[in-house]
């Protein structure tokens, strides 16, 4: 069934996978699940004014069939965590940054970033995303026209100058924060290692974590990393992604894994998403497993709500 016909009177802009999806993480975080609601309908609202109404629902690279919102989820903490499109598929790439800002009433300074876009080739130009937990949280996703970081960012850490490492787009964060998100097609997992010192100072957390999680002896190729870091460039976490596809079986063995990883409310709430009915696609998205600087880690998923 296409993603674009699955909406019902009363949803306004939202799909009925993602109001399901709502509904059940109401069960375990009702007013987290409200504000995801309202502001994600406020952030999807363009998509219902396309000319384009037969492919609205369906065009996104945020997941695999298009739809143009996915959940995410993290053994860190209970939250409800979306990342969604901004504007109908006909629009210009390159006003989706400031839409974006729009969306989630940025208060950052955003000028770097547009500067770096302008008159660029984008891929998919800017998401909205947010975290509803015990506070808000805004954070937008901007493409890296190239692989280039903007300007004042280039040279803010030895990792930016790895051959290994393209780097595909940035997540912003309002306090000038950024994590920037890398593909590496050969990387392995002594490479990773060698990563992780070098950015965190010891790798033991990261990689027991990984062990959990990983179901070979090697990292498959490609897969990518993230790098956190401060306003200042301090870092902050590095965490390891790929998509779940290319470690596990089929969903249900991605279900297994997760499940044993979170806690309490944060293993109610990667069960709500995963409770969704299956469409006969992938809905585990890109899985990550990371670590902070602290020695915490933790694993996330995203997943494309039914």
């Avoid at 994600?40 to 609205?56: D, F, G, K, N």
């Avoid at 903490?77 to 629009?91: G, I, N, Q, S």
């Avoid at 990792?159 to 912003?172: E, H, N, P, T």
């Avoid at 969704?276 to 890109?286: I, K, L, T």
């Amino acid at each position: 069934m296409s993603e674009a016909m699955p909406r019902s009177a009363g949803d306004g802009p939202l799909a009925a996978p993602v109001m399901a999806t709502l509904q059940r993480l109401r069960a375990v975080l009702p007013l987290q699940a409200d504000a995801a609601q309202a502001r994600l309908a406020r952030t999807l609202a363009p998509l219902a004014t396309s000319r384009w109404p037969e492919v609205a629902w369906n065009f996104s690279s945020l997941t695999n069939t298009g739809l143009p919102v996915e959940f995410a989820w993290t053994s860190r903490e209970a939250a409800v965590r979306w990342t969604a499109e901004v504007a109908e598929p006909e629009a210009d790439d390159a006003t989706r940054l400031q839409r974006a800002a729009q969306a989630l009433d940025w208060g950052g300074d955003l000028r770097p970033w547009f500067d770096h876009q302008r008159g660029a080739r984008l891929k998919f130009g800017a998401w909205a995303s947010a975290r509803h937990g015990e506070d808000f949280a805004a954070k937008l996703y901007a493409d890296l026209p190239e692989g280039r970081l903007p300007p004042p960012w280039r040279g803010r850490h030895r990792l930016f100058d790895s051959a290994l490492l393209f780097w595909r787009m940035c997540g912003i964060n309002p306090d000038g924060s950024v994590e920037c998100y890398a593909r590496a097609d050969e990387l392995d997992l002594a490479a990773l290692r060698a990563l992780a010192r070098v950015a965190l100072g010891d790798e033991a957390a990261l990689l027991q974590r990984l062990q959990r999680v990983l179901p070979a002896d090697d990292l498959p190729r490609p897969s990518g990393i993230s790098l956190a870091l401060s306003a200042q460039g301090e870092v902050r976490a590095l965490t390891w992604f790929t998509f779940a596809k290319a470690i596990f079986r089929d969903d249900a063995q991605v279900e297994a894994c997760l499940r044993a990883q979170g806690e309490g409310a944060s293993a109610q709430v990667y069960a709500a998403l995963a409770a969704g009915p299956a469409d006969g696609r992938w809905r585990h998205g890109m899985i990550g497993v990371g670590a902070d600087i602290a020695g915490n880690a933790w694993v996330q998923c995203g997943v494309r709500p039914t």
